[in-house]
């Protein structure tokens, strides 16, 4: 399925690429010095993992062109974000982030949920 640019449908394979691209990318902040002035977010290996099944099936849901992929990568990173928030300061720290990590999977969560209501919404228009 090719979608065409400068459509509705080509404009949420490009955000869905974009989206994956920035939980891939920020996997890179696990190498940053624990010195609070350079770590914007705080990830551990947990997280990394999340991060990097975010990545995977948005990028699988852009190139397959299957909106639903993209509902289940925003519940997933919302759930791990509710998750890290009941934790969050606790002795149990599962994902091994604090409120940076919850504000980032809560932004990657309400982003692919919102590529996959675009997308549905955009098909069922149609």
Same mark, same amino acid.
């Given at each position: 399925?090719?979608?065409?640019? =400068?459509? /509705?449908?080509?404009?949420?394979?490009?955000?869905?690429?974009? +989206?994956? &691209? %920035?939980?891939?990318?920020? *996997?890179? !902040?696990?190498?940053?010095?624990?010195?609070?002035?350079?770590?914007?977010?705080?990830?551990?290996?947990?997280?990394?993992?999340?991060?990097?099944?975010?990545?995977?099936?948005?990028?699988?849901?852009?190139?397959? =062109?299957? /909106?639903?992929?993209?509902?289940?990568?925003?519940?997933?990173? +919302?759930? &791990? %974000?509710?998750?890290?928030? *009941?934790? !969050?300061?606790?002795?149990?720290?599962?994902?091994?982030?604090?409120?940076?990590?919850?504000?980032?999977?809560?932004?990657?969560?309400?982003?692919?949920?919102?590529?996959?209501?675009?997308?549905?919404?955009?098909?069922?228009?149609?």
């Amino acid at each position: 399925m090719t979608a065409v640019p =400068g459509t /509705p449908d080509g404009r949420v394979r490009q955000a869905g690429y974009g +989206l994956s &691209a %920035a939980a891939a990318v920020s *996997i890179l !902040f696990i190498l940053a010095p624990s010195n609070d002035a350079v770590r914007l977010i705080q990830i551990g290996a947990v997280a990394a993992v999340i991060l990097l099944i975010l990545a995977v099936l948005g990028a699988l849901s852009a190139r397959a =062109g299957q /909106p639903v992929l993209y509902l289940v990568a925003g519940l997933l990173a +919302l759930a &791990a %974000a509710v998750l890290q928030l *009941i934790q !969050f300061g606790r002795d149990t720290n599962w994902i091994g982030g604090n409120g940076s990590t919850v504000a980032w999977l809560a932004g990657l969560g309400i982003g692919f949920s919102a590529l996959w209501y675009a997308s549905h919404s955009a098909r069922r228009s149609d």
